[in-house]
């Protein structure tokens, strides 16, 4: 009888940990998967996927668009005007998938409140980063690295992310 209350709070304690956020409801929205528990990986979002979003317990949003991309809809105001976080590293396209936006991706998924969205138009973007991450950040192998990207959403860039592990690349070029 002593040993059940220090498991009990135990197991409650353990239960609020960011580390081991249970999988996320997926948000009926473009692209929507769930790479690991308490991350979704998806493509843009429109102004009327917000509701949906929150309705599926997000509490962060990670927008690896630029702004330019929707010149029309400011993600940013309304992710917060829904009362969600939001954080934004604009990737443009391969030319900034690099070490330092890679590192800056790692810090952004680390530091998020679970669960949490991570988005750019297809969801491509997001899995080159994811990727990169696991290289890069995390020492995975090359195939490992990819199969992590393509369960992130990476599809049309898996060339460019193996000639920049392949590479070495180490930041910021062309």
């Known amino acids: 009888m002593k040993l059940i209350a220090p498991l009990v709070l135990t197991a409650a304690l353990a239960g609020g940990c960011a580390t081991t956020a249970a999988p996320a409801p997926l948000p009926a929205i473009a692209d929507a998967v769930a790479p690991v528990p308490g991350i ?24 690896l668009t630029p702004d330019a991309e929707t010149p029309d809809f400011d993600e940013a105001a309304a992710v917060r005007a829904a009362g969600l976080g939001y954080s934004n590293l604009p990737l443009r396209g391969p030319m900034d998938l690099t070490r330092e936006n890679a590192l800056a991706f790692d810090a952004l998924v680390r530091g998020a409140p679970r669960p949490v969205l991570v988005h750019c138009a297809s969801g491509n973007r997001v899995g080159a980063m994811a990727a990169l991450r696991a290289v890069w950040v995390e020492g995975k192998p090359v195939e490992e690295a990819i199969a992590i990207g393509k369960a992130w959403g990476l599809r049309g860039l898996e060339a460019e992310v193996r000639r920049r592990i392949e590479s070495g690349t180490p930041q910021s070029e062309t």
Do not use: F, K
């Not at 493509?43 to 317990?57: K, T």
């Open 40 to 63: 979704v990986s998806a493509g843009r979002l429109q102004p009327g996927d917000i509701a949906r979003v929150r309705e599926a317990g997000i509490r962060h949003v990670i927008d």
